[in-house]
């Protein structure tokens, strides 16, 4: 490979991510601080900055750089082979969509979103369906011009989760559904936590305190509050994440925070000096969602992270929390009970949520089913797979926000990550002995490094599969989570 | 004009609001909210889209548009010809500074403020002056690429304040400082505000309930904290101010919530259908200042205003202020007493503060004066115009971060803003009988809405100086500034 070329590569990657990166910003400032009448013009500001950042990567194969590279890497190993074929892979992609293309995307999920969210408030599925039909289409050309060779929807899924097919998905979930649903029988009423208020103040410190005990670096980033929790990056010098809250039940913060944690624990390990490139990135999404997984899950919900953290939760709201035992806390934080709304289920349920969604947008995009159809698909899948009768749109099809933006193969990647969690942990149980020990004397470095190490620090030098291979020895599958769930939940006394 | 020409203009214009509206974002964050080393790469990611929009501005001329509009617009009074001869004007500006150029001076401030930050922390003068010598030598350099009649600085003065010239302001100043000096001789100690603490919480209510009352409008932008306050606009629909806050005086933030909330006013009064254009633009720095001033020192110090809002104040602090007086109080927002720091000086002594900063920056653009003479002059100018004795760099030159960031030419449009702000008021009075009684009521309305219909709505449709003479009649003078100190100062007891 000429060096040179490369530099001017590498170079060109950093400009297109200062860009990117200021667009992150005003994405964060919107769900986060923003008034409510900057929305129309934030929304065209950004459509604005998605087309020149069309423009301007499709432009790194002026005078043919891409083209020179091309022939250099075929199947190299380097860390530089690594960096183009990445960048090749979304060029490949990139300049088959044209920009009007990329624009009225845009335009369309910008007004689908805020129509969304009209309807849900409303619970008027009539009133969204259009704008859903008009994703749908687009998002169905999306896939034709993208090209595909047994569904369209593995154009879409690629985007989030690289090298997945649906047609793999499908046999993942199958499985995955037929063991978890007998599961969700098992369930009992889980204890009622004791009766708050519980002030969000206090609760901030306490989230605070676990953020930063899990390893979370506050010179390098935020915990604010939004309406929907998410953690977004800058670079890895700069990762922000959100929560939120109720006053009566402080875990509805506290889950949310440990999640996000891991999703920001991720973003801060990837190495700074490689931004720009593959090598300072996450691998797909459903990596990134084993991150937060597993700390929210496997760690956060377990009796030896709660030994630690149960006292200064009771410092915190000693009144409250007075007559609470460590038991009781154990059982209301891992009660499982089938319920209407995906982001508040348990991590036996939360499955189901989701493959219900991934079969229902398949079908869409492979044309199998219309929009119009969705609410009484939905709630009959509902039924099927949770035994629950949902009583309206607004706690059933309209409760979620990825279709209006466009966002179609994204669902899968929650589920994905459950299962890579799971086998990571597994594994990591086997390298460090004694794990949940460690975490009841508040020691969560070792598993915080051994996740940097394995994971974080190597960018996407491996494709999720390839990782997982590497650091588990074995390919993905749905065993190690299973196992997980049976353990925890056919054995567990939750009285 | 071909509409066809002027129509792709707009477009083009609105396309770079949208790039500098990101911009001031990502500006926005860097000062309220960024974690501490996020710092490196979003003064990087700053810089690029600096080089960036340089880029994108020139490039309006491709096809050569605007050479075409040029001729079609030579002295047109139409809001067409405004707009076009306001593109002109800057492009004719810009094309003269290579990119390298920009980029260089970017990076030397960038570079330059850090090192500041940290020589004020030191009270380290001689660490920050080559750094300042970088500056004042690129500046010159700005100011020769540009070109220029008479004074090197009037090529800097023009980006700030369109139209004014060094000479032009050394006889506004030398007027204004040979009036104001003797006033200064008048100070008496100022009563000393009720020991607090005056918790946070409240005061930013309060604040939040002042500059709603003045108009605000709080869907349309925030009020955050931030250690040097300031307003930004990302247009008409969001515009940011901050504060700060001390816990032992809350006049501390009140008057930088006034002065802060009269800019702010000034942004949400532009015409948000012309965004991108001048017709959507304030017309210079000096009279955005008059818009902070006005309110800050003219309204927001004046007995009819504090009649109304000393008593929320009361309620707010009921304890601390139980025995403290409207006219104690008036006295204590009143008093004048030369100080060391620009920023919490009086409403006397402030310009003074100025008209020494200004002399100073001429000498150096012209090159009189060398960086390291800087403090001795300082200090020498201090004992003349404020009769006070320096103590250190750090209450002296070391001060203000404006020379660090390249902001040369910008201080006398503080001053600027004081006279034209005393000239509109003084307009104002005529034009509304009994504005002080209306205060006392709580009505703010008839003088926002006159500021908003004489000044705000034009947006940069009149000059600085045909809108002081369209508004007041008079060309700008310090008249009516002196006369309103001097009636103020002369006259009230303040026992």
Known sequence: MKNADYG???????????????????????????????????????????????????????KRLLDRLRKTVAKGKTAEAIVVRDVLRAYDREKKLPKKFVE?????????????????EQDNFALFAPHLKSIVALKRKEAKLVGYTQSPYDALLDVYEPGMTSDRLTKLFDELKARIIPLVQHHRKAPTLPKGPYAIEDQRTFNAFVAKSMGFDFDRGRLDIS??????H???EDVRMTTRYREEDPMYSVGSTI???GHALYEQGLPAEHFGTALSESVSLGIHESQSRVWENMIGKSKGFWTYFFPHLKTTFPKQLKNFTLDQFLAYVNHVAPSFIRTEADEVTYNLHVILRFEIEK???????DVDELPAIWNAKMKAYLGVDVPNNKLGVLQDVHWSGG?????????LGNMYAAQFYEQAQKDIRGLEKQY????????????????????????????VKKVTGKKLSADAFVHYLENKYKTTSRS
């Open 8 to 62: 001017k590569l590498v170079d060109k990657l950093i400009e297109l991510n200062y860009l990117g990166s200021a667009m992150s910003v005003l994405h964060w400032d919107q769900e986060v601080y923003m008034p409510e009448k900057g929305s129309a013009m934030r929304a065209k500001t950004l459509g604005y900055m998605s087309g020149l950042l069309h423009d301007m990567f499709l432009s790194i194969n002026d």
């Open 104 to 120: 009225e995307m845009s335009i369309v999920c910008s007004e689908a979103q805020t129509v969304w969210a009209k309807a849900r």
């Open 227 to 232: 309406s929907h929790p998410f953690t977004i």
């Open 234 to 236: 800058f670079h890895p």
């Open 259 to 261: 999640h996000e944690t």
């Open 363 to 369: 079908d869409l995009i492979e044309g199998k089913i």
């Open 407 to 415: 966002m179609i193969g994204y669902f899968p990647t929650y589920v």
């Open 440 to 467: 009841a004397q508040g020691k969560l470095a070792p598993i915080r490094e051994w996740l940097r190490e394995n994971i974080h620090v190597h960018g996407k030098r491996y494709s999720a599969e390839d990782l």
